[in-house]
Structures are given as C-alpha cells and as structure tokens.
C-alpha cells in the first residue's frame, strides 16, 4: 500500500528537512516544489549527500498562484523520470494562503493520486499556525500519516515527533538535528519505507 505523509512543523528549516529525508528515503527520483529561500534547499540537499534524481521547483521559479503550472511541471517531470516518481510539497500553507482551502484540497487531491498510480509518494509540509486549525485537519485527512514536529526545550538541534496514527507510543519521539539534515528514527524509518 502506498503511504503519503503530512509534516506540521514549527518555521525554520527542520520541517523542510525532515519532508526531504523522509521521500528521499523512499524514492530514487523526487521532485521538490519549495516555497524555501533556494539557498536553504540546496544546503538541505547537500546535508544529506544522496545521489538521488532530483528537480526542485521553487516558488520563485514557478507561478504558484497558477495551479495548472504546477501540474504541468509535475507531469512532464514524471515523464521524464524511470521509475517511480515521489514528490516534497513544502508550500502548502502558501497555496492554502493564494487559493483557499476548496482550491488546495481539490489540487492535492488530483496530485496525489496521479503520483500514486505512478507507485510514488507524496510527503508534505505545513507550517503550524499559518492556517487555521480546520484547514489543517482538512488537509490532513488527504494523507496516510500526519507527523507533527515541534522545537523541544527551545533546542533548535532537538524535536519531538508525534504520529497521529500510532497511538501507541512508538512513534512518540525525539529526532536529532545535524546541520541542515534531521535524523531519522530507525523505527520511524521502517515504518516509512513499509518494513515491518
């Protein structure tokens, strides 16, 4: 079963990170649509040191308030990679922001399953507050898991990610920041990528 992921994080470069190590965890080909300065991603990618296939499309780049540009830019980028395609999302709460929740919903939606029938995965970001409380449970219902990701003790090198589908406590944990690249758990990790 494919599995997509919603993170809700705090502001900073954590919540991107982490959405780039969990797809580039799952995916050998990815494309990235960022509303983060181009600087931030390129040091996010390098932090990690994956020889993954790559297309990062920023919001300086791309007219996001034109959501069918989008869509051709993750067709014809499909198109172009073998193999399973997945995507990093990272400008949700902006496209929630320009379009409303009614446009947003519908355009992730289509993006999901068009990934999906490619046997990819979608991993997105929002970032905690930018919306309301209703947009984001909303949203959220698109996505298999929701992470959310919160600062722990004022440490920006430190967070807490809570599942909102395990309730178990397994995936109720602390992740170390290092650099630009935020360290998976390795049970989170298994649970990513479907190994039991």
């Given at each position: 079963m494919v599995k997509n992921y919603l993170v809700i994080s705090d502001t900073g470069f954590p919540g991107p990170s982490?959405?780039?190590?969990?797809?580039?965890?799952?995916?050998?080909?990815?494309?990235?649509?960022?509303?983060?300065?181009?600087?931030?991603v390129n040091r996010i990618v390098e932090a990690y040191g994956r020889k993954q296939k790559l297309k990062v499309f920023n919001s300086r780049d791309i007219n996001i308030a034109n959501l069918n540009e989008i869509n051709i830019i993750l067709s014809k980028s499909m198109d172009e990679f073998k193999g399973k395609t997945s995507v990093c999302l990272t400008m949700i709460s902006e496209l929630i922001l320009i379009h409303n929740l009614e446009k947003t919903y519908l355009f992730l939606s289509n993006l999901i399953k068009k990934v999906e029938s490619k046997g990819g995965t979608v991993v997105g970001l929002m970032i905690a507050g930018a919306q309301s409380k209703r947009d984001e449970i909303l949203i959220s219902r698109l996505f298999s898991d929701v992470f959310h990701v919160k600062i722990e003790n004022g440490k920006e090198n430190e967070l807490k990610l809570r599942s909102e589908s395990i309730i178990d406590g397994r995936f109720n944990f602390s992740l170390k920041v290092n650099g630009y690249s935020v360290d998976l758990h390795p049970s989170l990790k298994d649970y990513i990528i479907g190994i039991k």
């Amino acid at each position: 079963m494919v599995k997509n992921y919603l993170v809700i994080s705090d502001t900073g470069f954590p919540g991107p990170s982490l959405c780039y190590s969990i797809v580039s965890s799952i995916s050998d080909n990815i494309i990235w649509f960022s509303s983060e300065n181009p600087l931030v991603v390129n040091r996010i990618v390098e932090a990690y040191g994956r020889k993954q296939k790559l297309k990062v499309f920023n919001s300086r780049d791309i007219n996001i308030a034109n959501l069918n540009e989008i869509n051709i830019i993750l067709s014809k980028s499909m198109d172009e990679f073998k193999g399973k395609t997945s995507v990093c999302l990272t400008m949700i709460s902006e496209l929630i922001l320009i379009h409303n929740l009614e446009k947003t919903y519908l355009f992730l939606s289509n993006l999901i399953k068009k990934v999906e029938s490619k046997g990819g995965t979608v991993v997105g970001l929002m970032i905690a507050g930018a919306q309301s409380k209703r947009d984001e449970i909303l949203i959220s219902r698109l996505f298999s898991d929701v992470f959310h990701v919160k600062i722990e003790n004022g440490k920006e090198n430190e967070l807490k990610l809570r599942s909102e589908s395990i309730i178990d406590g397994r995936f109720n944990f602390s992740l170390k920041v290092n650099g630009y690249s935020v360290d998976l758990h390795p049970s989170l990790k298994d649970y990513i990528i479907g190994i039991k």
